[in-house]
T-cell receptor, first 111, second 112 residues
Framework: AQTIHQWPVAEIKAVGSPLSLGCTIKGKSSPNLYWYWQATGGTLQQLFYSITVGQVESVVQLNLSASRPKDDQFILSTEKLLLSHSGFYLC??????????FGHGTKLSVL | QQKVQQSPESLIVPEGGMASLNCTSSDRNVDYFWWYRQHSGKSPKMLMSIFSNGEKEEGRFTVHLNKASLHTSLHIRDSQPSDSALYLCAASMDTNTGKLTFGDGTVLTVKP
């Protein structure tokens, strides 16, 4: 069975500080991986997607970057957090490009 | 303009009642619709998907799709307080990338 693990579960960070969020997928080789962001009470917005190691496509510019250093790993990061980065970050993987499964998410509060 | 519109924004139904949620896409490239449920503070969980005209039933949940009007609806019968959540409709417009476009959701509250 496939499992998806996100870390950390929650973060409280200062404006201007760096951020790194991680996601690993087990039990599925070469998955399509995604980062989504959900502002409090807001809609889910796709940020990045990756169909293979080393390749990441940006969907929305939010002063964030993503990397896929390994087949089963997807990293979201920024060198300087903004207040507007607060929200719920979700990593997801897709099966056959038709179904999306989410991790448990990371709640980020930027103060 | 939002490509996936959901209505109503919020809905209150009594326990045991029927909840009906709607979703329409403005993009004719849509080929799949999904319904997700998200409890407060949790990640979305997929409920059902539909890609062909008609109806699909799984337990208390029924999904309808009219491809001509790009409209899908989710119906929950015998609603339970545990069904209270944000219901998200998503449309797939690019199966090469697996990108889904989500609507803003419907907040369902089931009153005991």
């Amino acid at each position: 069975a496939q499992t998806i693990h996100q870390w950390p579960v929650a973060e409280i960070k200062a404006v201007g500080s760096p951020l790194s969020l991680g996601c690993t997928i087990k039990g599925k080789s070469s998955p399509n991986l995604y980062w989504y962001w959900q502002a409090t009470g807001g809609t889910l917005q796709q940020l990045f997607y990756s169909i293979t190691v080393g390749q990441v496509e940006s969907v929305v510019q939010l002063n964030l970057s993503a990397s896929r250093p390994k087949d089963d790993q997807f990293i979201l990061s920024t060198e300087k957090l903004l207040l507007s980065h607060s929200g719920f970050y979700l990593c997801a993987w897709s099966l056959d490009n038709e179904r999306l499964f989410f991790g448990h998410g990371t709640k980020l509060s930027v103060l | 303009q939002q490509k996936v519109q959901q209505s109503p924004e919020s809905l209150i139904v009594p326990e045991g009642g029927m909840a009906s949620l709607n979703c329409t896409s403005s993009d004719r490239n849509v080929d799949y619709f999904w319904w997700y449920r998200q409890h407060s503070g949790k990640s979305p969980k997929m409920l059902m998907s539909i890609f062909s005209n008609g109806e699909k039933e799984e337990g208390r949940f029924t999904v309808h799709l009219n491809k001509a009007s790009l409209h899908t609806s989710l119906h929950i019968r015998d609603s339970q307080p545990s069904d209270s959540a944000l219901y998200l409709c998503a449309a797939s417009m690019d199966t090469n990338t697996g990108k889904l476009t989500f609507g803003d959701g419907t907040v369902l509250t089931v009153k005991p």
